[in-house]
């Protein structure tokens, strides 16, 4: 068993400006941990975290990789949260590279087909447009979890890069809520960028159902 980044050093006030690793967070730590071996294999030279908070799915993602370390990328909108990604790479000794900035834009020119393993856990939670806007514009805590419309306004503006950023041998494992639909989800990824799919791991946390999905160039056993 790999694992789960020491996050000791995080404190109160931390953990009140930046998103407290969930089940969410931790499906997701399982879904990688589920593919540590063929991830191991590809030997990874980019990878990228988009929305990473704390930084424990990256740092945990560095465990898994181990020696030498691919160049690991965490984006976020709250300076916070860049902060603390920062540290907890610190503590873990995994060099991560915190940018201030919205999803992964600033870095579509040069990154362009070049990220190996792409990372998103969005804001997933269904709210009304204007909450999950002025969540974005905050910048705060709220923008990790309100997703507008459908859960999807936030992750759908990712969705629109993914093929962009990912590598020929790239995969992007997604966080999403049963209520996203799922279904349409996969499809649109295919249909508009010939991205093929796999549910790696699902799991009921209350009353919702989180799933973590991966998508590739290539079929990887579609689901």
């Known amino acids: 068993m790999i694992p789960t980044p020491d996050l000791s050093h995080l404190t109160r006030h931390d953990l009140e400006q930046v998103y407290d690793p969930a089940e969410d967070t931790f499906l997701l730590l399982d879904a990688l ?29 560095g465990i898994i990789l181990g ?10 909108i709250n300076q916070h949260a860049t902060r603390c990604t920062l540290a907890t790479g610190k503590q873990n000794k995994i060099i991560l590279d915190s940018v201030t900035c919205s999803l992964a834009r600033p870095l579509l020119s040069r990154l362009h087909h070049a990220v190996d393993v792409l990372l998103f856990n969005p804001p997933y939670v269904p709210t009304d447009t204007d909450e999950a806007s002025s969540a974005q514009s905050s910048a705060d805590i709220a923008g990790s979890w309100a997703g507008g419309t459908d859960g999807m306004e936030i992750t759908n503006r990712l969705l629109q890069d993914v093929e962009c950023l990912l590598s020929p041998r790239g995969r992007f494992y997604l966080v999403a809520l049963k209520q996203n639909d799922i279904p349409s989800i996969r499809s649109k990824m295919l249909e508009d960028f010939g991205l093929t799919s796999q549910i790696v791991i699902e799991r009921r946390a209350g009353r919702e159902l989180l799933l973590i999905i991966r998508f590739a160039r290539t079929a990887l056993s579609l689901s």
Do not use: N
């Open 33 to 61: 941990e589920q593919e540590a071996e063929e991830l191991r294999k590809e030997r990874p030279l980019i990878c990228l975290e988009v929305g990473s908070g704390s930084g424990c799915v990256s740092a945990f993602l």
């Open 67 to 76: 020696q030498p370390p691919p160049l690991y990328l965490c984006t976020d």
